[in-house]
T-cell receptor, first 114, second 113 residues
Framework: QQQVKQSPQSLIVQKGGISIINCAYE??????FPWYQQFPGKGPALLIA?????SEKKEGRFTISFNKSAKQFSLHIMDSQPGDSATYFC?????????????FGTGTRLKVLA | KAGVTQTPRYLIKTRGQQVTLSCSPI?????VSWYQQTPGQGLQFLFE???????NKGNFPGRFSGRQFSNSRSEMNVSTLELGDSALYLC????????????FGDGTRLSIL
């Protein structure tokens, strides 16, 4: 019940294409859903985040779509560029204390071909 | 504004030893969280400290412990190291302990021989 399932595990997209990564959660107590981008040798960097009262959030070429009833959220990268090649993690978090404060998906390795 | 700083960047230890990792959060951030990242298990939450108190704890054995100082800097300690403790240990800071964006350091790569 505390998992966040992320798919696909890897993704290859042509330059200029749309990259789509999906995540699903089970615990309805989660109320904060960030996406992180990680380059080799670096820590994850926050890309964009959404809360359940919003169905979509856009920042530049990055969009989160959120479906509360289906308990799913996804990251869309428009006009994908070779510089976007990295590993992407979704996460789910909730207010308050406890063991499962922050749960991460297993990651998607994105490669954008020039 | 300086980011999250973790030291050292790399460590090599042997089984049975103990290790202490350090994290300096972004100035003004009072919450510090620690994560273990491995290829097999991904990013796993270890614990969170806020105002020198542990507020949240993940499912790790008691060999993993931490503390936070009055200036919000944090240390993580692992005792009786095992081969399976080889991982990238990441620290993240945020303003407080509510659902705020977390900012990660580049981690400490710990290798156990």
């Amino acid at each position: 019940q505390q998992q966040v399932k992320q798919s696909p595990q890897s993704l290859i997209v042509q330059k200029g294409g749309i990259s789509i990564i999906n995540c699903a959660y089970e615990n309805t107590a989660f109320d904060y859903f960030p996406w992180y981008q990680q380059f080799p040798g670096k820590g994850p960097a926050l890309l964009i985040a959404i809360r359940p009262d919003v169905s979509e959030k856009k920042e530049g070429r990055f969009t989160i779509s959120f479906n509360k009833s289906a308990k799913q959220f996804s990251l869309h990268i428009m006009d994908s560029q070779p510089g976007d090649s990295a590993t992407y993690f979704c996460a789910a978090s909730r207010e308050g204390s406890g063991t499962y404060k922050y749960i991460f998906g297993t990651g998607t390795r994105l490669k954008v071909l020039a | 504004k300086a980011g999250v700083t973790q030291t050292p960047r790399y460590l090599i230890k042997t089984r049975g030893q103990q290790v202490t990792l350090s994290c300096s959060p972004i100035s003004g951030h009072r919450s510090v969280s620690w994560y273990q990242q491995t290829p097999g298990q991904g990013l796993q939450f270890l614990f969170e400290y806020f105002s020198e108190t542990q507020r949240n704890k993940g499912n790790f054995p008691g060999r993993f412990s931490g503390r936070q100082f009055s200036n919000s800097r944090s240390e993580m300690n692992v005792s009786t190291l095992e081969l399976g403790d080889s991982a990238l240990y990441l620290c993240a800071s945020s303003w407080d302990s509510s659902n705020q964006p977390q900012h990660f350091g580049d981690g400490t790569r710990l290798s156990i021989l």
